[in-house]
């Protein structure tokens, strides 16, 4: 087949505006509003302050074992953005249970996980964290079959390294732009070499302390870490237990207080001594009932973040914190008992085993 002058330079231009055509399209596709901000499309994941619910998958009004009033479906949808979690052997299957899958099983853990990635594919520009509590030391090659089986491997980051400062961490828009939009940290047993996507926690990320029953004992000291504590990405716990039959549980009657703006105890005077200790806000911000509030720890997330918050209709509580700490404990207090009464009675758990992180 002949060609002649003008087909070879036809071709030729077409080659030449390949790759810029290419690039065009790939710019365009780019993401230009991450997890609800245009400003945060630039932003490291190290440099952005996300809202987190505690126990995510204990989701209840009756019973002292639950942290949450809605699911984790409800929780994405007005905002949340990690989502921690409590992981259990149950007879070869992964549960997501409160110290006792008799005393409160969430369900499996890959159930949770195809919710996650059922709203992840219904908003393609949210970057989503999860933190497993890995309660039974189960090595990460028992999670991975379940990852696999949720379908949410393939927008999981894997960083190829075990160990990130809070600054190397790419940008949101990048996550968003590649896919990789899932970043999942085990608090023990990670191992990047056989499940890459499966990142340690405290060699990324410092902890306060948690359980606290004090509201004036939030603060921004180290509680637990295995790196560098000055560059690390670093997380608060902040919900507020009171001591109910020896242990703590938490206290919903104090959730407005604990999760305001300001004031004595609250999630937004505790990130402000974080900024004066550590030069930076955290990054990630737990609490317990996040929709007490009406919105307020968002609020703080993006005054931590600098950007301008913006209010939306969230869910509603469905405890009263108007009523006494000590009548809001009795309505949790006797649903627990008649749930957990035949447990006690049939296996012996006592109270005193309790661990209500």
């Known amino acids: 087949m002949l060609f002649s002058a003008k087909n070879i330079v036809q071709v030729a231009a077409a080659l030449v505006l390949l790759p810029l055509n290419a690039r065009a399209a790939s710019i365009s596709q780019r993401a230009t509003v991450c997890n609800g901000y245009s400003e945060l499309c630039d932003r490291s ?3 952005v302050t996300f809202v987190g619910t505690h126990d995510s998958y ?15 479906t409800q929780q994405l949808t007005d905002g949340v953005r990690m989502l921690q979690s409590q992981a259990h052997n149950n007879s070869g299957t992964i549960e997501l249970c409160h110290t006792s899958c ?8 890959q159930d949770y996980l195809t919710k996650v990635k059922t709203w992840m594919d219904s908003n393609p520009n949210e970057v989503v964290v999860l933190l497993i509590v890995n309660i039974d030391d189960l090595p990460a090659t028992e999670y991975a079959p379940v990852f696999e089986a949720a379908n949410v491997t393939s927008i999981s980051y894997q960083p190829g390294v ?16 590649n896919g990789t939009r899932l970043v999942t940290f085990l608090d023990n047993s990670a191992d990047i070499s056989t499940v890459p996507y499966l990142l340690d926690e405290f060699s990324n990320i410092w902890e306060t302390a948690y359980d606290l029953t004090d509201q004036n004992a939030f603060d921004c000291t180290v509680n637990r870490s295995n790196g560098d504590t000055s560059t690390q990405m670093f997380l ?36 402000s001594t974080c900024e004066s200790v550590m030069g930076r806000p955290p990054n990630f911000m737990l609490v317990d009932f996040y929709e007490y509030g009406n919105g307020s720890v968002f609020e703080v997330a993006a005054a931590a973040n600098g950007v301008t918050y913006t209010a939306k209709a969230i869910a509603t509580p469905k405890t009263s914190s108007s009523s006494s700490s000590s009548n809001d404990a009795r309505t949790r207090l006797d649903g627990s008992l008649l749930q ?4 006690l009675v049939s ?11």
């Open 102 to 109: 008799g005393l409160e099983d969430g369900g499996s853990l």
């Open 340 to 343: 957990i009464a035949p447990l």
């Open 347 to 357: 296996s012996g758990i006592l109270f005193g085993a309790w661990t209500f992180f």
């Open 58 to 72: 204990a989701v209840g009004v009756d019973n002292l074992a639950t942290n949450q009033d809605y699911d984790i």
């Open 236 to 271: 608060i716990n902040h919900f507020l237990d009171q001591v109910i039959l020896g242990e703590p549980v938490p206290d919903s009657a104090q959730a407005n207080i604990t999760n305001a703006v300001s004031g004595t105890g609250s999630l937004g005077a505790q990130v």
């Open 162 to 177: 075990s160990n990130m400062t809070a600054s190397s961490w790419p940008t949101l828009g990048s996550l968003i732009d």
């Open 45 to 47: 994941l190290g440099n």
